[in-house]
Structures are given as C-alpha cells and as structure tokens.
C-alpha cells in the first residue's frame, strides 16, 4: 500500500525567510510525487511532480522539491517566502507498479507566511 | 484552455435524499477522478473512470457512485445522504490513462442537515 506523510500540521515562517514543508512517502516501487497547494475555498492547484530524472525539481511560483530515495522524502522548499504564499499544501504519491491507480495525499501542512 | 468545472458550487439536501455532482474536465483530457475532502478525513479518493469505464474505486460504501459520459463528462451520485456525507467533493481531470499529475476543479460544497 503507498502512503504519505505531513508531520508538521502548521508550518509558520516569516516573510523573505526560506520554507520547508516536509513530506515522507512509503511505496513498494518507485514513486510518482506531486505537491498541490489549495487556497480557502479552491480547488487544489498543481505545484511540481517527480517522476524521474534530476531530484531537485522545479515548480511553480518559485517552488522547489528534493526527492531523496534513501530517506524516501520530498520536502517542498522556497527560497524566500512571500505572505501570498500562505495557503495548505498537499502531497501527493502513487506508485505505478502497484494496482492502486489512484493519487494517496497526505493530510496538508497549513503554511502561513507572516509579514 | 478552460479549467475543470464542476457544477453545483454549493448545495444543501437534507438526510435520506440523494444528490448528483457534475464534473466538465478540461478538453482533451479522458480521466475524471472524484475526491472527499473533510477536516477530519482529508482528501478520500472515491473513483476513477477512464473512457466511461470505471478504472479505480476507493473504500466507501455503494451509497456512492459515479459514471462517465461519451465526452467525458462525469457524475457522482451519492443516495440516502447521511450527515457524514458533509464534505467537499474534488473532481480531478488528467490527459491519459496513467494520470500525471491531474487538474481540479473548485469542488462542490455539500452540506447535509
């Protein structure tokens, strides 16, 4: 079974600092990974994916992420915050080996970007 | 391009009746996937369809179901509402058969009194 986990449910950082907003993963193959950001009242909107290849990953808006196989993690990063980038972000895993065909998200670390 | 559009945006029914969501993905797109969101529960997976045959279903109970049209649009429906069935529902579109990453739209508020 592939699942991912948020450990931190708020993360608070101060505007033009650098973000981290962590997120481990467990799946029986190699994984496909993706983060989502979702706004009040939105829908989730894209940010970046790993699917192979380089393991820093370059995203929307400025967004970064590392895969590190050994630590089986994809941390979320910003270079310097803005207070727009407040929102909650999601992770997301699916593992294309295995039968479940779906998307498994984690439970959201609410980010909030203080001025 | 249009987004994913799902339609209504809000809607309240009472316990027992049943409702239906609609779901338009982006044009060009053949894969529909429907999510719960809740606070307690975070984001459920329900189903996946793919060229009006159902590919994945999630852990809920058959109360909910879903289909997907000749132009891919796609529907759920949920019967005998239940209290808990209160969320918002996420309806995700992808180009092919593997999803890459997917598309949402804004989702549908239910809320069942």
């Known amino acids: 079974a592939q699942s991912v986990a948020q450990p931190e449910d708020q993360v608070n950082v101060a505007e033009g600092n650098p973000l981290t907003v962590k997120c481990t993963y467990s799946v029986s193959g190699n994984p496909y990974l993706f983060w989502y950001v979702q706004y009040p009242n939105r829908g989730l909107q894209f940010l970046l994916k790993?699917?192979?290849?380089?393991?820093l990953v370059k995203g929307s808006y400025g967004f970064e992420a590392e895969f590190n196989k050994s630590q089986t993690s994809f941390h979320l990063k910003k270079p310097s915050a803005l207070v727009s980038d407040s929102a909650l972000y999601f992770c997301a895993v699916r593992d294309p080996s295995g039968s479940a065909r779906q998307l498994t998200f984690g439970s959201g670390t609410q980010l909030t970007v203080l001025p | 391009k249009a987004g994913v559009t799902q339609t209504p945006r809000y809607l309240i029914k009472t316990r027992g009746q049943q409702v239906t969501l609609s779901c338009s993905p982006i044009s060009g797109h053949r894969s529909v996937s429907w999510y719960q969101q809740t606070p307690g529960q975070g984001l459920q997976f329900l189903f996946e369809y793919f060229s009006e045959t159902q590919r994945n279903k999630g852990n809920f109970p058959g109360r909910f179901s879903g289909r997907q049209f000749s132009n891919s649009r796609s529907e759920m429906n949920v019967s005998t509402l239940e209290l808990g069935d209160s969320a918002l529902y996420l309806c995700?579109?992808?180009?092919?058969?593997?999803?890459?990453?997917?598309?949402f739209g804004p989702g549908t508020r239910l809320t069942v009194t």
């Open positions: 995700a579109s992808s180009y092919g058969e593997s999803p890459s990453e997917q598309y």
């Open positions: 790993y699917i192979t290849g380089d393991n």
